[in-house]
């Protein structure tokens, strides 16, 4: 038990903060039947309760410090149950960094729902965000795009088999590292968790601008290319957690150096325009309906 937590005996965690650093607070939640199934392993939830958090903090260029976990547990769940998804939060925090300094537990009910509070740091005023991208920009992604809701599909059942999207869905891995490295390189950034398009036009929107997107050039797997399911479909499916961010075409090879130090993959896919909107091309030629950007709460 970390001494910041004093024992779980305090009505508060007390954490040290080195001068010169900033604050940074996200807050997530996850709630049965909406972003996890019911019959998915309680340490599955748990990593990604921590995870899609963590995520946030990646896109704001932070070093996890401390989480406070709020569990609801719903009424016929066992405490093997719980104790399954607390050692998938431990195993997150052991992987990513980050300490469980408090929280509360409570039985929710007929369905459990959870929330995690995320506290990092940064070094004063490199905080990225959503606004400070230019025009004529470059835009980038992390690592793959589309795995994560072919593998909610695979969790439904609509899907055959497959471990590797399943994983994509249930354990995603926040771009931490990246998130360091793209700091004073990133004009913006944000993380990919309602889909690729509906995330690159806020993106956007958040910098007064418009956006190109050029679908040959998004990222993916070799399973998803196997899965058939156009790209504009894959870009739509969110929960993938990768970068999304922007830099000007002068910083390429810096990005390359921040992915290569992350190792991770970068994708340059599109470009950032004077305007509004957005727009998405298909060989060249902008495609005239989208059948959806993403998942809108």
Known sequence: MPASARGFGDDAAVIPWPLG???????????????????????????????????????????????????????????????????????????????????????????????????????????????????????WVSGTIGDAGLGLQVALGERGADPFLLRRYRRPTPRLALGLALRGVATAAMDVSDGLLLDASRLAGASGLGVVIEADRIPLSEAARRSGVPVPVLAAMGDDYELLFTAPPGRRAAVEEAGEAARVAVTRIGTMRAGAGLVVEEQGRAIPRLASLGFEH
Request: negative net charge.
């Open 21 to 139: 650093l900033e604050l940074v607070a996200t807050h997530d939640m996850l709630a049965e039947g909406v972003h996890f199934t019911p019959d998915c392993p309680p340490a599955d939830i748990g990593w990604k309760l921590v995870a899609v958090n963590l995520s946030d903090l990646a896109a704001m260029g932070a070093k996890p410090v401390a989480v406070l976990m709020g569990a609801g547990i719903a009424a016929d769940r066992d405490p093997a149950w719980a104790r399954a998804l607390l050692s998938g939060v431990r195993q997150a925090l052991d992987r990513f960094g980050g300490l469980l300094v408090g929280g509360d537990t409570i039985l929710s009910g007929p369905v459990s729902v959870l929330s995690l509070t995320a506290l990092g740091s940064v070094p004063h005023d490199q905080a990225l965000g959503r606004a400070g991208a230019g025009a004529g920009d470059d835009l």
